[in-house]
C-alpha cells in the first residue's frame, strides 16, 4: 500500500497571519514566517516540515482568507 | 517530490470559486472569513451560483456582497429580513438569505427577525453572535454574557445596570414560522463541516418552500475580546457554549 503524502500551497499575501492553521494542524507541519513578512506586514503561514504533510485540509478549512490549498497524492513505493 | 504532489488532480482543498480574491478586511482570524467561505462553498455545491441573493447588513460583515460573487442587495441597519422578504416574495424561484451579526440581528432588527421568522417566509438568516459590537471598537451587545468585560461595561456586564443577554436563536425557536433553528460554531474543522451542512439544510429548505431558518454560528471577536484569534477559539469554547449551547433547537424538516 502506498503512503498518503500531502502538500500545501499558501497565498502567501493573503495571509493574516493569526496561525488559526498551526493549531489545527495534526501534524505541526505550519509555523508562521519569522523571519519575513508579506506586503501588509503579516507574517505568513509556512510549510516548516512538509514531508510530514498528509493533506488532510484542516488547514485549508479553518483558513478564515482561504489562503490555503491543499493537494494529496497516494505515493507508490 | 513536492512537485508530483501539487497538481491539479491531487488537489483536494482551496478557496471557492465563489470567492473572489478582494482582500476581506475582517481582522486577521475572525469567523467571518470562515462562515463566507461555507456560504460560498454551499451555493456552489447546490448548483445555485446564478440565482443566489443576499442581504448584507451593517456590521463587520457590512461588506460582505464585495467577496461572494453572486448577487447582493445591502439592508438599513436590521432591515436585511424585510429586505429578503421582498426579494424572495417578487423572485420565489430565488435562494434568498441574509447575512446579519448580533448587533444587526439581535438588537436594532429585532422586530425585523422575529416577524420575518414568525411569517415563515422562504428564506434563511445566518446570524453572526459573537456576543459583542465588534465594528464600532467592542461595546456592549445584547447577547454580551453576564461578567463580560467590553468598552461600555468595563467592569462586566451585571443583570441589575445593563439587563440580561439575548437568547434570539432560542425565540425563533418557538415560533411556528420557522422549520430550521439551529446553533453552530467555526473554531474547529468538526464544527465547521457541521455549520457547513446546517447551512446546505437551510438554503435547501428555503427553497422547498418549507418555511424560515434561523443557522446562529456562535463567533469569534478576536480584537474585542482582546485575545489573539487562537485563544478567543479557546475562550468561545469555555464561555460562550456554556450560555449558548450547540445544537438543533427546532427542526420541522424531516418530519
Known amino acids: ?77 | 517530490m513536492k512537485e508530483d504532489i501539487i497538481a491539479p488532480e491531487n488537489l483536494v482543498y482551496e478557496k471557492p470559486s465563489l470567492m473572489n480574491d478582494t482582500p476581506m478586511h475582517y481582522c486577521p482570524g475572525c469567523s467571518h472569513g470562515v462562515v463566507h467561505k461555507l456560504v460560498a462553498e454551499v451555493i456552489e455545491e447546490m448548483g445555485m451560483q446564478d440565482k443566489a441573493v443576499g442581504v448584507s447588513p451593517v456590521g463587520c460583515s457590512v461588506f460582505a456582497y464585495r467577496y461572494i460573487d453572486i448577487d447582493w442587495s445591502e439592508a438599513a441597519h436590521g432591515r436585511a429580513p424585510a429586505v429578503a422578504t421582498g426579494i424572495k416574495r417578487c423572485w420565489p424561484d430565488r435562494l434568498v438569505f441574509t447575512y446579519q451579526g448580533d448587533g444587526d440581528l439581535a438588537c436594532i432588527g429585532t422586530a425585523e427577525t422575529i416577524h420575518a421568522l414568525n411569517r415563515g417566509e422562504n428564506i434563511t438568516i445566518i446570524f453572526i453572535n459573537n456576543a459583542i459590537y465588534g465594528m464600532t471598537g467592542g461595546q456592549m451587545a445584547p447577547t454580551t454574557l453576564l461578567g463580560q468585560k467590553t468598552v461600555t461595561c468595563p467592569y462586566g456586564r451585571t443583570p441589575e445596570l445593563h439587563g440580561y443577554p439575548l437568547k434570539m436563536t432560542e425565540i425563533a425557536a418557538t415560533l411556528q414560522g420557522t422549520c430550521y433553528v439551529t446553533r453552530q460554531s467555526v473554531d474547529t474543522v468538526a464544527a465547521i463541516r457541521s455549520a457547513k451542512k446546517a447551512i446546505r439544510k437551510a438554503f435547501e429548505a428555503s427553497m422547498q418552500g418549507k418555511g424560515s431558518s434561523l443557522v446562529e454560528i456562535t463567533s469569534t471577536c478576536n480584537s474585542g475580546w482582546k485575545l489573539s484569534p487562537v485563544k478567543a477559539n479557546e475562550w468561545l469554547r469555555e464561555k460562550m457554549f456554556e450560555f449558548y449551547p450547540k445544537g438543533d433547537l427546532k427542526n420541522t424538516i424531516d418530519e
Open chain 1, 1 to 77: 500500500m502506498g503512503k498518503i503524502k500531502g502538500s500545501i500551497v499558501v497565498n502567501t499575501d493573503r495571509c493574516k497571519g493569526c496561525s488559526l492553521c498551526v493549531v489545527a494542524c495534526p501534524k505541526d507541519v505550519i509555523a508562521l514566517s519569522d523571519k519575513h513578512v508579506n506586503v501588509n506586514g503579516y507574517p505568513y503561514a509556512v510549510a516548516v516540515r512538509p514531508d510530514d504533510c498528509i493533506g488532510c485540509a484542516s488547514c485549508g478549512i479553518v483558513c478564515p482568507d482561504g489562503c490555503i490549498s491543499v493537494y494529496k497524492k497516494r505515493m507508490e513505493d
